[in-house]
């Protein structure tokens, strides 16, 4: 669950979220992005990808995580919002 009470599913296996999250010692059972900030860029349109061995779907307003072009996947807009702070620089 976010912190605005919607559940999140993320369909990813157990090795790439531990690479991706960890879990706050402060608050057992919460998890936070590893790593420094990250970039995205917002989708104008639908786009259907290949993302951790699935296809996904995400809705226009979404975003796609660019910072690894080697590792990019894409997050609802309502996700992102959840999930996400955004810092301009």
Do not use: A
């Not at 296809?55 to 919002?81: A, H, L």
């Amino acid at each position: 669950m976010d912190s605005n009470g919607n559940k999140n599913e993320w369909i990813m296996d157990d090795r790439t979220f531990r690479k991706k999250y960890e879990e706050d010692i402060n608050h057992p059972g919460i998890y936070k992005p590893v790593g420094g900030p990250q970039k995205f860029m917002k989708l104008t349109e639908p786009v259907t990808v290949q993302q951790w061995g699935q296809e996904m779907n995400v809705d226009k307003g979404g975003y796609i995580n660019v910072t690894d072009p080697k590792d990019m996947y894409v997050i609802s807009g309502r996700d992102f919002c959840d999930t996400y702070k955004i810092i301009k620089s």
